[in-house]
Each structure stands twice: as C-alpha cells, then as structure tokens.
C-alpha cells in the first residue's frame, strides 16, 4: 500500500529522513528497491535548490515526482510541504530487491553495489525518464509509487549534499549506516 499524500506534506528533511528504509516500486515490470540515500531541497532560500531555476513544480502538490536531468541523467524527486511552499527530496541511492535482471541488462552492470548506488544509477535502472514527472507517487494505481518497507533497525547519518556548489548550512543529506548502496560515505 502505498504511502499516504499527508506523508509527504511536511517539512522537507523529515520527509527525507522518513523516506529511509522506504521501497520504491515500479508495478510494471516488478521492479522494487529500498531507499537507502535521500537529499532534501527548499524554496528560493537555498542555493542548491531547482526552486531557484524556475522550477514551478517545486510549488505544487507534495507526493508528486519531480523529474529533471542533470550531466545526462535523469533525477527522481518527490515534492514535500503544502501547495505554495516549494522543497523536495531527491533520491540518491537505493538498494535493489526485485527486478535485479532488467536493471542490470538496463544498466549493463553486474556489479551488484554498482547498480543503483547514486540518484543516474537508479533511474536508469528503474528506466524512469521525463515521461514521469507529475505522477502521484501516493497513488497505488501510479506507475511508480513509494510504500513503507520492513521495520528494519538501522542509524540514520546526516552530512552536507553531493555535488552542489553552495550549500546551506545544516546537513541535508541522509543516509542508512554501513548500507552498501549508499553513493558515497
């Protein structure tokens, strides 16, 4: 059963952390991954923001994905917070369950940790594309939609966000302790 809309109207960062542990699931073709690695984005106030470049979706309902490319990949983003107040979170990294074959023959890996360790990685083996952007990922009927996972134990560790060349101030990326899929440690 996928996650509720209200799961997603809330702040960004908590989003981002509640996400953690989460599947992603591509009912098409089986597909099925935990999250593992998550970054959260706010409105014009942050500098790494696609708020800042127009990106008026950002402004929408949250529970929607949110698809840009960026170095020629495709990046997966669910929109967070009320109407009106633009934030989001990217997925990072997820660790792959269901569907290993067709990722690994979209992504021509076989390296298992390779596969769909940073957010270019996991859209290419899930084949998400622009042709996403706007779905309703608390939606059971939804292509891709996003349900709670298995009520593992695990820490949650905080740092600064990848590859943006201002950041804010606090640690807005997240990610599962010691798990393999994480893009980087």
Known sequence: MPLPKKFYNRDAAEVAKSLLGCLVVKKSEGLVAKIVETEAYYGLSDPASRARKGAKIMWGEPGRAFIYMVHGNWLFNIITMPKGEASGILIRAVEPIRGIEIME??????????????PGKFTKAFGIDKSYNGIKVYRKDSPIYIEKGKEDDFEIVESHRIGVKEDLPIPLRFYIKGNKFVSRF
């Open 105 to 118: 023959k979209r992504r021509k890996v076989k390296n298992l940790y390779a596969l769909t360790s940073g």
